[in-house]
């Protein structure tokens, strides 16, 4: 147990230090907190708060009842005594019936939304969930369901539902839910193959306890927005149906009184204003506070980030200490690049990074996630996220400065000099193009050759990355080859010009240990024969021993340690480096403890635990 | 008597369109893991190394063979069953940052798997504050959702959970496999220390020849859903006799400048010898 422990402190040491940027104790703070904080969920929550508790409290702030006529009170002006918003023309005190109304729009609200949320919830975790016949079935009759012509369906049935507005309402609610139902079902589909709901299964779960637990409850707030809005859309209808005259005279409704309101137009104008102002009111503050709903309940994710686009930079004057070295062919001095932090200011993620790729050599840039060495080589490419700001430092390709050249001046350098391979070579290739067509037009940008002769040179060139029939994958779709067939096409695209310089992001990394061999082999190749650079950036020290000339090991921003193979590897002078270097499962090492049988007795497995 | 015992499994998965014909993807496996060991399964992409794992937790219908587990056959079990299995055959996954519920409490997840064997609240609590201990968790992050931790922690977080019933075998799926160098070498230390306190085994699943070593007793390897060799680790990693599983260990590259300079001429002149 006493290694354990100290193995644990070794480990919260680390990962403290290390933790990444945004997901700090601010990520911590409650939804309801963040709502509290939102001056627009707050006046609209409790603006609706107010307006339901009026209406709760309709029989102590008005005397009368909502229906009780008055042959005095008929068109009574504002002001009149016990009237205070006077009465409409039956003689009924306005106040009154506003009150009332209210609970009529919130009954109708609860009703419609409440039974569009159940409906549609069940309907969507069991036809999301469930098999295809399930799913293919709930989807039909809610398909169906949707094809209804809504209002004319709740006037056609007014002889079923008696002209009670609740009995409309539990129809409307109906009409309503396949709105519900389509965002349930496809969150759940999203929700259903993650791994932590394959863990409860393994865990036992019965299915309705997973959809409760890790399926309903992770897709929660994108239904309570959504009934928010559905609320709004029940109070609308209920009123308008009463408008036009729909319905039980009896009820009290913003609708009914709007339609008197407008008998009266001319002779009290006012009439019309009250019941218009709180319907507008009330749906306006549901609509609002679906809206900061959403931007709390489903804001803060990360947007994806444009790439490409210029990136910026802070000042235009490039500036160092360091010398230039005319030696090198890529030169990075001091570079600095910033996030904007969520607690505001700025988190620097790159801090200061001195880097030399010598002419015709391979450098391999090592560290682990979140040490900022992808960030420097997009900073060279010039293809840092808008939201990326250099702050500071140089960046020296042939002695010509890169940082603060526009996105028009880099593009005759990116893809021609300066050549690129990502990490993940599917989603960099176009899926509804041919294979052979992205590499023609990627040939003819950079060297600027007529079309055929681009295919000729294209050919030549997926055969000399030793694709087998090279016709056959010039005339395939992306999806149609494989993952190292893929990476093949994009070295062969990258090559295309003859670049003097090649930064591979991980070039391996998604491959399977056998195709890596191959793919290493071919870019050792083409290094020699072309004599090109290479800044490869990876985290596999396997990978750097295999095809790097000189290793910068990058941690936290910073280059702790730069130098030859071979001396990084004999002989490594940062603590960082040989930890690094120390967590290398060893060859020569197999496990040798025969397997633990525990207690010969009942065979129970009981130490440990305890 | 082994524990688990896998004999001559078969999955298929349906065609993409409507009749076409089912592809299986495990043509006959037999493997088996004995109490408190740990069995390496070592395959590339498309081995159907992942799906043999999931044949065992239940979550891939196979379509011939048998599985059994303790002699008991566990294919095919109906939910009460399975929960009964859940006791005994646990999991952890590969990804950490999707096989921890987002949105439950680190607490309510390792609590979770205990609950549903029936056990009282209180007792676990008790169990779950163990658990972090023994996985090297500070106390309080019971109360803390997964997002608030590191790739490695959410992975021992998932160790903890696959440790929650007390489990006698552990299906690892490429466990370490998305952890950093540093964080990698720690958690797998975790994993051969629990072995070492508890006994249980492990179907220790990687495409990592290195990491299957460094782990298993004995080591399995797979091939396009035959198994082409199966042997100590020592034998299969240091004197391997089928040929893939030579080809897969020249392949890895080895973290040394001069010795990766052999072993890329080695692979050379054994891919030549092999085509000639």
């Given at each position: 147990?006493?290694?354990?422990?100290?193995?644990?402190?070794?480990?919260?040491?680390?990962?403290?230090?290390?933790?990444?940027?945004?997901?700090?104790?601010?990520?911590?703070?409650?939804?309801?907190?963040?709502?509290?904080?939102?001056?627009?969920?707050?006046?609209?929550?409790?603006?609706?708060?107010?307006?339901?508790?009026?209406?709760?409290?309709?029989?102590?702030?008005?005397?009368?009842?909502p229906n009780d006529a008055e042959l005095s009170a008929i068109n009574a002006p504002m002001g009149t005594d016990g009237h205070p918003l006077g009465g409409d023309e039956s003689g009924r005190d306005i106040f009154s019936r506003l009150l009332h109304s209210i609970n009529t729009a919130v009954i109708s609200a609860l009703i419609g939304a409440g039974v569009a949320v159940v409906v549609g919830v069940v309907a969507g975790l069991i036809g999301g969930y469930f098999g295809k016949v399930t799913r293919a079935t709930t989807e039909w009759i809610f398909n169906l369901v949707m094809t209804f012509p809504g209002i004319l369906v709740l006037i056609i049935l007014m002889p079923v539902?008696?002209?009670?507005?609740?009995?409309?309402?539990?129809?409307?609610?109906?009409?309503?839910?396949?709105?519900?139902?389509?965002?349930?079902?496809?969150?759940?589909?999203?929700?259903?193959?993650?791994l932590y709901v394959d863990a409860a299964r393994v865990s036992g779960l019965g299915d309705l306890r997973i959809l409760a637990r890790h399926?309903?409850?992770?897709?929660?707030?994108?239904?309570?927005?959504?009934?928010?809005?559905?609320?709004?859309?029940?109070?609308?209808?209920?009123?308008?149906?009463?408008?036009?005259?729909?319905?039980?005279?009896?009820?009290?409704?913003?609708?009914?009184?709007?339609?008197?309101?407008?008998?009266?137009?001319?002779?009290?104008?006012?009439?019309?204003?009250?019941?218009?102002?709180?319907?507008?009111?009330?749906?306006?503050?549901?609509?609002?506070?679906?809206n900061s709903l959403r931007d709390v309940l489903e804001g803060g994710q990360p947007r994806p980030l444009k790439m490409g686009a210029g990136q910026r930079s802070a000042q235009d004057a490039a500036t160092s200490e360091l010398a230039a070295d005319e030696s090198a062919l890529l030169q990075v001095r001091n570079l600095g690049i910033a996030y904007a932090a969520a607690a505001g200011g700025a988190n620097e993620v790159v801090r200061g990074v001195n880097l030399r790729v010598a002419r015709g050599k391979v450098l391999g840039l090592v560290g682990e996630s979140g040490s900022g060495k992808s960030q420097t080589a997009f900073a060279t490419l010039g293809v840092l996220p808008n939201a990326a700001l250099v702050t500071r430092g140089s960046i020296l390709f042939d002695g010509r400065e890169l940082l603060g050249l526009s996105d028009a001046q880099m593009r005759p350098l990116r893809g021609k000099e300066i050549a690129y391979i990502p990490q993940e070579p599917m989603s960099n290739l176009d899926p509804s193009y041919k294979v052979g067509s992205q590499l023609v037009e990627g040939t003819r940008k950079a060297l600027g050759v007529s079309k055929a002769e681009a295919k000729q040179r294209v050919l030549a060139l997926l055969d000399r990355v030793g694709i087998m029939d090279?016709?056959?994958?010039?005339?395939?779709?992306?999806?149609?080859?494989?993952?190292?067939?893929?990476?093949?096409?994009?070295?062969?695209?990258?090559?295309?010009?003859?670049?003097?310089?090649?930064?591979?992001?991980?070039?391996?990394?998604?491959?399977?240990?056998?195709?890596?061999?191959?793919?290493?082999?071919?870019?050792?190749?083409?290094?020699?024969?072309?004599?090109?650079?290479?800044?490869?950036v990876t985290h596999n020290f396997g990978v750097v021993?295999?095809?790097?000339?000189?290793?910068?090991?990058?941690?936290?921003?910073?280059i702790v340690e730069q130098g030859t193979a071979e001396q990084i590897f004999a002989n490594p002078q940062d603590e960082y480096t040989k930890m690094l270097l120390g967590s290398i499962l060893d060859e020569d090492k197999v496990r040798e403890d025969p397997p633990v049988v525990a207690g010969a007795a009942g065979g129970a497995i009981e130490g440990g635990a305890a | 008597?082994?524990?688990?015992?896998?004999?001559?499994?078969?999955?298929?998965?349906?065609?993409?369109?409507?009749?076409?014909?089912?592809?299986?993807?495990?043509?006959?496996?037999?493997?088996?893991?004995?109490?408190?060991?740990?069995?390496?399964?070592?395959?590339?992409?498309?081995?159907?190394?992942?799906?043999?794992?999931?044949?065992?937790?239940?979550?891939?219908?196979?379509?011939?063979?048998?599985?059994?587990?303790?002699?008991?056959?566990?294919?095919?079990?109906?939910?009460?069953?399975?929960?009964?299995?859940?006791?005994?055959?646990?999991?952890?996954?590969?990804?950490?940052?999707?096989?921890?519920?987002?949105?439950?409490?680190?607490?309510?997840?390792?609590?979770?798997?205990?609950?549903?064997?029936?056990?009282?609240?209180?007792?676990?609590?008790?169990?779950?504050?163990?658990l972090l201990d023994q996985v090297g968790l500070p106390q309080d992050a019971s109360q803390r959702?997964?997002?608030?931790?590191?790739?490695?922690?959410?992975?021992?977080?998932?160790?903890?959970?696959?440790?929650?019933?007390?489990?006698?075998?552990?299906?690892?799926?490429?466990?370490?496999?998305?952890?950093?160098?540093?964080?990698?070498?720690?958690?797998?230390?975790?994993?051969?220390?629990?072995?070492?306190?508890?006994?249980?085994?492990?179907?220790?699943?990687?495409?990592?020849?290195?990491?299957?070593?460094?782990?298993?007793?004995?080591?399995?390897?797979?091939?396009?859903?035959?198994?082409?060799?199966?042997?100590t680790a020592a034998q299969v990693t240091n004197d391997p006799r089928d040929p893939y599983t030579q080809r897969l260990l020249l392949a890895a590259p080895v973290a040394d400048p001069a010795r990766q300079r052999a072993r890329r001429e080695e692979r050379r002149a054994f891919l030549a010898a092999q085509a000639g």
């Open positions: 147990m006493s290694k354990l422990a100290s193995s644990s402190k070794e480990m919260s040491a680390v990962s403290d230090t290390t933790a990444q940027g945004g997901h700090g104790p601010a990520a911590r703070t409650s939804t309801f907190k963040k709502l509290l904080r939102d001056p627009q969920f707050v006046i609209t929550a409790s603006i609706l708060v107010l307006v339901v508790l009026a209406g709760i409290f309709a029989g102590v702030l008005s005397h009368h009842g539902t008696g002209g009670d507005y609740r009995a409309t309402m539990l129809v409307f609610g109906v009409l309503l839910s396949p709105g519900i139902f389509r965002i349930v079902r496809n969150l759940v589909l999203g929700v259903k193959n993650e399926v309903l409850f992770v897709i929660r707030g994108p239904i309570i927005i959504q009934t928010a809005f559905l609320c709004g859309s029940a109070i609308a209808v209920q009123s308008g149906l009463a408008f036009l005259g729909v319905g039980s005279l009896s009820t009290p409704s913003f609708g009914a009184m709007i339609s008197s309101g407008f008998r009266n137009l001319y002779v009290v104008p006012t009439q019309f204003l009250w019941p218009s102002l709180s319907l507008g009111v009330m749906t306006a503050c549901l609509v609002l506070m679906g090279p016709q056959r994958t010039f005339d395939s779709y992306p999806h149609q080859i494989s993952g190292g067939m893929a990476q093949r096409v994009l070295i062969a695209g990258a090559v295309a010009s003859r670049p003097r310089l090649l930064i591979a992001d991980e070039p391996t990394t998604a491959l399977d240990v056998t195709v890596q061999a191959e793919i290493l082999d071919l870019l050792r190749d083409l290094q020699e024969e072309l004599g090109m650079a290479v800044l490869i021993a295999d095809i790097c000339d000189d290793i910068a090991v990058m941690n936290k921003g910073v | 008597m082994s524990l688990l015992d896998v004999k001559d499994l078969r999955v298929e998965f349906p065609g993409r369109s409507f009749r076409a014909k089912p592809n299986e993807v495990l043509h006959g496996v037999n493997l088996h893991v004995g109490a408190g060991e740990t069995l390496g399964l070592v395959g590339e992409s498309g081995s159907g190394k992942t799906t043999i794992g999931r044949a065992v937790l239940g979550l891939v219908k196979p379509s011939g063979g048998t599985i059994t587990f303790d002699d008991r056959n566990i294919v095919g079990l109906d939910k009460r069953a399975r929960r009964e299995l859940a006791r005994d055959v646990q999991v952890v996954f590969q990804d950490p940052y999707t096989s921890l519920n987002p949105s439950m409490t680190v607490g309510d997840i390792l609590a979770e798997p205990l609950i549903i064997q029936g056990v009282d609240a209180k007792q676990a609590g008790a169990r779950v504050r163990t959702l997964p997002r608030e931790f590191s790739g490695g922690q959410r992975q021992r977080v998932a160790i903890a959970r696959a440790l929650a019933p007390k489990p006698r075998l552990i299906v690892c799926d490429e466990p370490v496999s998305a952890l950093d160098l540093s964080t990698q070498q720690r958690v797998m230390e975790l994993f051969i220390d629990i072995q070492r306190q508890t006994g249980v085994a492990y179907l220790f699943i990687s495409h990592d020849l290195q990491v299957v070593r460094h782990i298993s007793h004995r080591v399995s390897v797979l091939y396009w859903g035959d198994l082409v060799e199966t042997g």
